[in-house]
């Protein structure tokens, strides 16, 4: 049997307004086509990425297509396992993505991993596990003001190639309208669009970790628009999203990490097409033979930057600088995380968490039926 299709993305991610969730019923999975929410409550190190994890490769292994949802903050655990085909989700619902039941016993079952530690032995730990939180805490809040630092510094190269004058916006607008052309040729699809906020990006440990080829990877139609911070590449993403959306497209809209309200790529699955974004630190390499590339900079007077290039090269640095220090902190952050999984993990019967997947994963196989 053909094993089925992973596609990987995160729901949630660091972002300079803090933690930005998209862990809700319309992001998750297609609300009409839900039958099974399983969230996940207990603390770190109880299993609940393992647990998942082992649930979602075996659905692959059986050749249905299967969701991996990847957590910002330890981009190697998983936050959630979605399986479309038959219209069931994992989630970890704790802290900071808190889900709740929002269709009790109907819909969402809650499996609280904690009935399986020994809560005895976990309290005599009580005045570490406080401290490691309270630290945790503290440098993802340090890492969020470094992440404004570095949007506030990302607005400013932004500044110089629309306050200059540089940017044609009438090209840009004619560009936007001739791309729309091609992807929708006229089409429509008449009926109320599933808009899913996603992220393909997020700022983790490792730095800047992106899925875009895994997102893109089996769309025949790839545009790719190519260019600095400031050059109009939202200024056509917005136009393109408001396009499918009227003419009644489902669509996945990610988001940017830097600026979650604001959108970075688009994936149209009915026409098998993929609007990306290329851009540090999300760098997309296309295939020339395939791919649609746009040059931004081909809508940009850079003799109207000259004035600023000292400036613009100092932001660029600065920019770069406080990206690395949030990165920096979020590393450190992670590092107290996994001390703080040593406290609960020798105190947890996985036997017992390993019975109780297998009674999950039976129960999601009946919903092939």
């Not at 992001?27 to 839900?34: F, K, W």
């Not at 969402?108 to 309290?123: A, P, Q, R, S, T």
């Not at 044609?168 to 936007?176: R, T």
Request: charged share 25%.
């Amino acid at each position: 049997m053909p094993t089925g299709r992973l596609k990987k993305a995160f729901l949630g991610g660091n972002t300079p307004l803090g933690f930005h969730s998209f862990f809700d019923y319309n992001s998750i999975i297609n609300p009409s086509n839900i039958k099974r929410l399983f969230i996940f409550k207990g603390g770190p190190g109880v299993g609940k990425s393992t647990f998942m994890c082992k649930i979602g490769e075996e659905m692959l292994n059986q050749g249905f297509d299967v969701e991996f949802f990847f957590c910002s903050s330890d981009n190697n655990s998983l936050d959630g396992v979605v399986i479309p085909q038959i219209g069931v989700a994992l989630i970890d619902g704790t802290a900071p993505h808190i889900v709740d039941p929002r269709y009790p016993g109907a819909v969402d079952e809650i499996i609280h991993l904690g009935e399986h530690w020994d809560e005895g032995k976990i309290e005599k730990n009580k005045d570490e596990i406080i401290r490691l939180n309270n630290e945790i805490s503290r440098l993802f809040s340090t890492a969020y003001r470094y992440l404004m630092q570095a949007k506030i510094l990302h607005d400013e190269m932004e500044s110089y190639y629309k306050d200059s004058g540089a940017l044609n916006i009438a090209g840009l607008n004619q560009a936007a309208r001739e791309i729309a052309d091609k992807i929708f040729n006229g089409k429509e699809k008449k009926n109320i669009p599933w808009v899913r906020h996603l992220f393909a990006s997020a700022i983790t440990p490792n730095g800047a970790v992106n899925h875009l080829e895994n997102i893109f990877a089996y769309f025949k139609k790839r545009i790719i628009l190519s260019g600095p911070a400031g050059t109009g590449k939202s200024t056509i993403i917005k136009k393109i999203y408001w396009e499918a959306v009227n003419r009644g497209y489902d669509i996945e809209a990610y988001h940017c990490s830097l600026k979650p309200n604001e959108l970075e790529h688009l994936a149209i699955e009915a026409l098998s097409t993929g609007i990306i974004t290329s851009e540090f630190p999300h760098i997309f390499k296309p295939f020339p033979e395939k791919d649609v590339i746009i040059n931004m900079l081909e809508y940009v007077d850079e003799s109207c930057l000259k004035p600023y290039t000292a400036d613009l090269e100092e932001a660029r640095r600065r920019y770069q600088e406080a990206f690395t220090r949030a990165v920096d902190c979020i590393n450190k952050a992670k590092m107290l995380h996994d001390e703080l999984e040593k406290l609960y993990i020798p105190n947890m019967n996985f036997s017992a968490v390993d019975s109780l997947r297998k009674e999950i994963l039976k129960k999601i196989q009946n919903y092939k039926k």
